[in-house]
């Protein structure tokens, strides 16, 4: 019987802290309950305070602090307790395959790269040009990549950071989304829009620039001008939003609307609820999972044209594109995508159709096909690798220093 269709027991890494999750504890979350789903028997090992609410499959790593890392805060966590727990987990697992995600970030993937030995796969989420971050992390895991039996990257986009800064290559399996439980989300009365007053939604990180808040407030005065009723509602976690609006928009901060941080269920009947998803990013995407959910929810997306968001969007057929950081072209795109309620309902047909090959359903498929290749490879379960302190010292050593920070 092939691994892909006996169970496997798995071991899942994430070097993000869930005490204030993001896209890759998001994705980390979502494959292990759809390998559970299939019968596979699954446990994640992540960051978290010990007080903080977690799945029962997963495995507290202990309290993560803030870095500044490639561009964005990121909670992480290193060091030798750190690395004692992830020393326990392994071997309390006997897992057949162990899945590493960004292992070269200076966190607890790093932690477990150094420590397994065995069937190890590992996914690159990072998108960037020029990274420092990893040109610091190279030296640190330069060895260890070698214990990586299968690559995977999230976007062609991530594949090519992959590629440009460790070398190898990857396989591109996109982050999954469970695309029939955001078409069948309740539209919610309160974001429901109207012809004389349609609804803009925008999800992100308020106080992180690239996520691209500043660019739509830029467009706000422009787009109320031509359609005076239009709302425009903000969900996300982040204090400074009300103020940047404020300082924008002066009189007309009224038209956008701050929700604060959502839940999965108010995240889906906001998105089936609009009028248009705007996606205003400026960088450092590698993918766009957001635009996937709002398409699967049947919003009409508007997002710039980055290349990973080009590509979730077909080229633009299933969605429409404005110029990166343009807060006028984002401007004109609005209201021309919001007078013509044929072309919103054109491309969301069209996009209902595209995230079919994002869905979870297609997306284990491809990830259980990377297990049976690693596993295949070696026979043996995960185990510890004799020369695992060696990493940990090196990285104490950089951090004495000083580097990498």
């Known amino acids: 019987m092939s691994a892909a269709t006996r169970p496997l027991r798995v071991g899942i890494v994430c070097p993000y802290s869930f005490d204030v999750p993001g896209g890759v504890q998001f994705h980390v979350r979502d494959l292990a309950e759809a390998l559970l789903a299939r019968g596979h028997d699954v446990q994640v090992l992540a960051p978290a305070d010990d007080d903080t609410p977690i799945p029962p499959y997963m495995t507290a790593a202990g309290r993560a602090v803030p870095v500044r890392y490639n561009g964005s805060v990121a909670r992480l966590t290193f060091g030798p307790v750190t690395a004692a727990r992830a020393r326990r987990w392994l071997a309390a697992g006997e897992f057949d395959v162990l899945h590493l995600h960004e292992p070269v970030t200076p966190s607890l993937s790093m932690l477990a790269l150094w420590i397994a030995d065995g069937p190890v796969v590992a996914t690159f989420h990072t998108s960037t040009e020029r990274s420092r971050s990893l040109q610091i992390a190279f030296p640190l895991v330069r060895q260890s990549l070698e214990k990586i039996s299968a690559r995977i990257a999230v976007s062609e986009d991530a594949r090519r950071t992959l590629v440009d800064h460790l070398g190898g290559d990857a396989v591109v399996i996109p982050n999954g989304v469970y695309v029939d439980t955001f078409a069948a989300a309740e539209p919610d009365p309160r974001w429901t829009g109207t012809p004389d007053a349609p609804t803009i939604a925008f999800l992100g990180r308020l106080d992180e620039t690239r996520k691209g808040l500043p660019v739509l407030l830029g467009a706000v005065r422009e787009v109320l001008a031509h359609v005076p009723g239009a709302r425009f509602l903000v969900a996300g ?13 002066g009189d ?35 993918f766009g999972i957001v635009l996937v959910e709002a398409m699967s929810a049947g919003a009409a997306v508007v997002a710039s044209d980055l290349g990973a968001f080009s590509r979730v969007l077909d080229d633009g057929a299933a969605g429409v594109l404005f110029r990166t950081g343009d807060s006028d072209d984002l ?3 609005l209201v021309e995508v919001l007078r013509d309620p044929a072309r919103r309902a054109e491309v969301a047909a069209r996009a209902s159709t595209v995230v079919r090959r994002y869905d979870w359903s297609a997306v284990t498929d491809q990830v259980l096909a990377v297990y049976e290749m690693a596993v295949a490879g070696r026979d043996a379960p995960v185990g510890e690798d004799p020369s695992s302190l060696r990493g940990a010292r090196l990285l104490e050593l950089r951090r004495g220093r000083g580097e990498g920070r």
């Open 252 to 286: 007309r901060a009224g038209a956008v609307e701050f929700l604060g941080g959502v839940s999965d269920e108010d995240k889906a009947r906001l998105l089936s609820s609009v009028d248009v998803y705007v996606a205003p990013q400026t960088g450092g995407e590698s």
């Open 331 to 333: 401007a004109r795109t």
């Open 237 to 249: 976690r982040g204090e400074t939003g009300e103020q940047q609006a404020r300082d924008v928009l």
